[in-house]
């Protein structure tokens, strides 16, 4: 903390973007920004609001050089940004140096990481001596997704405000140390399921379950040792003219060859053809007869043109409307055998996409040998 | 003009860097013999290589100069601004 541990006294800190980077755009920055106050709003009773009023608490900027704070940018590299104390006037503003290359990404100077830094100190903390906190001067990229504010950063922040009341118990480092979902419960729901190589695979929570041929059995693999970074499947599908698979998991999606990355991936939903109001894919399937995938959101499903690679105009459609006998949400989906299969719940239907006709009901954890 | 070597060129951007993070009034020239108002070079690198978990040598070896060639935040290191 800073001498006399100067804080915010209020409940709602207010805070102004005036100036922003051409390196994004202004929806990336927004929303990046808002996702580095949130590290801090879930944890400690302060709540922040982006604002358009000249007297917000906290001005941010994009400048390069001398921009008025006698603490001028060095250019590209050195000094990526800075912020003032909590206080009045400058208190608590927060300037990057334009000259950076400010990304998403591994790449260049990540916004999220340095925005929560700044934002660290625009809130009372100093320099921390501990390589691994946020607060540690010096810049290293680490994997922003699901990030969380180390150990030490909340253990200084939530001393100068206390403690959120309403914030759950901290996940364990571990998520997948959970017990394994039970492949024979009846009311197993799966998050996803997809061939890949003609295989099937199941996925459920950290873990998925891989079903062969015939005489190969089913086995359960936790998700990260096979593909690493990817903590739980909310919708998969296999491209086989490509031979690769497509995960996806929260507002990303991944695309591999084998149990490698492809370069470029994460990318963001928007970057698929989703409008930005989809933060979330339930289920996805790959039509082969068409070279069409099906990507199910709520109760409306787009279509995306693997051929042109873009989403099919007259789209998002309803559900149960367009795919009568599919019902009005699909937790997961995938083709076996020419038949589409549409999972809700703990039950799924066998379907013929071209006839527009259920043909069976079933269970979900019948096609876990059970 | 003669150019200056790379050893100077890292003494002389180590004293810019100390002066920046490390201390509030500045740091002297590390040749510097003159007593002056600024902050001794050796007592702040010092400081500096405690405050990173280096080994606290006083001399600018390649660890320090690596610490210092990071890109980094702007504020100070041992401030602690009211």
Redesign the interface.
């Known amino acids: 903390h800073?001498?006399?541990r100067?804080k915010w006294n209020k409940a709602v800190v207010t805070y102004r973007i005036t100036d922003y980077t051409p390196d994004m755009s202004q929806r990336d920055i927004n929303s990046t920004i808002a996702k580095a106050f949130k590290l801090y709003s879930d944890i400690i009773p302060l709540d922040f609001q982006q604002s358009d009023s000249e007297t917000a608490d906290i001005m941010i900027k994009f400048k390069s050089g001398d921009h008025g704070d006698f603490?001028p940018?060095d250019g590209q590299?050195?000094?990526?940004?800075?912020?003032f104390?909590p206080g009045e006037g400058n208190g608590g503003d927060a300037h990057f140096d334009e000259d950076e290359n400010w990304t998403l990404t591994s790449e260049g100077?990540n916004l999220f990481l340095?925005a929560a830094?700044?934002f660290g100190?625009a809130l009372g903390l100093?320099?921390s001596?501990d390589?691994t906190a946020l607060m540690f001067?010096?810049?290293?990229y680490v994997n922003t997704d699901r990030y969380t504010l180390p150990d030490d950063d909340r253990e200084g922040v939530q001393a100068l405000y206390g403690v959120r009341s309403d914030i759950l118990p901290k996940p364990q480092p571990e998520a997948t140390s959970e017990p394994p979902p039970d492949r024979c419960n009846r009311d197993l729901v799966f998050d996803a399921v997809t061939t890949i190589g003609g295989k099937l695979f199941f996925f459920k929570d950290g873990y998925f379950w891989r079903k062969g041929g015939r005489w190969e059995g089913i086995t359960r693999h936790k998700i990260q040792s096979v593909w690493p970074g990817i903590h739980k499947v909310d919708a998969a599908y296999e491209n086989k003219n490509r031979n690769t698979v497509i995960f996806f998991e929260g507002n990303q999606y991944w695309q591999f060859r084998g149990k490698t990355v492809l370069p470029g991936y994460p990318k963001r939903l928007s970057d698929f053809g989703f409008p930005s109001s989809v933060t979330k894919v339930d289920a996805a399937v790959h039509v082969s007869t068409i070279s069409k995938t099906l990507l199910f959101v709520n109760n409306k499903y787009w279509s995306y043109n693997e051929g042109r690679r873009r989403m099919d105009r007259g789209y998002p459609k309803f559900i149960h409307r367009h795919l009568p006998g599919v019902g009005h949400r699909v937790d997961a989906a995938f083709e076996n055998r020419g038949h589409l299969y549409f999972s809700s719940g703990s039950r799924q239907t066998e379907y013929h996409y071209q006839r527009r006709r259920a043909l069976h009901t079933l269970m979900n954890y019948l096609w876990l040998g059970c | 003009m003669p150019t200056s070597s790379p050893r100077q060129e890292n003494l002389s951007k180590a004293q810019n860097y100390l002066s920046q993070f490390f201390s509030e009034v500045g740091v002297a020239s590390p040749s510097s013999v003159v007593r002056s108002s600024l902050d001794s070079f050796n007592d702040t690198l010092k400081k500096m290589q405690e405050f990173f978990g280096l080994e606290v040598t006083g001399q600018l070896d390649s660890n320090t100069l690596e610490v210092m060639a990071r890109p980094r935040c702007g504020f100070n290191d041992m401030a602690r601004y009211g």
């Open positions: 800073f001498d006399g100067p603490a940018f590299n050195g000094v990526l940004a800075h912020a104390s100077a340095v830094h700044e100190h100093v320099h001596q390589e001067p010096t810049y290293k």
